[in-house]
């Protein structure tokens, strides 16, 4: 997770109008206390019982853990984009993740 807080301005600031969440199995004061240890500029969402995983195709029942994966909604409320699992470590990963996000957000000064 830090590799996204540390591609967070390039990515997802800049007028674009994209908002960012974290989600994971972990309990919700856990990850209160993480993101705030390790400066998270977004917001997490506890999924305790793995339900938002399941219904992503994220959930692995064996671990009991998400599958590390990435999914980008359009503002048509549908996927427009999935990487599963996300290659955080891969420079090329955050470049395709950039041009969807440019696909998607409205030019800077244009009307939404």
Known sequence: MEAYRDQYATL???GKKVTLIGIS????????????DA????????DGD??????YGAYLPATKLDNRSLYVIGPDGKIAYKAQPFRQSSADAYTELGAVIDRLSPPAGGSD
């Open 39 to 46: 400066n998270f500029p977004f917001i997490f969402a506890s």
């Open 50 to 55: 793995g339900a938002v995983g399941q219904l």
């Open 25 to 36: 199995v972990d309990p919700d004061t856990a990850l209160v206390s993480w993101m705030k």
């Open 12 to 14: 997802f600031n800049g």
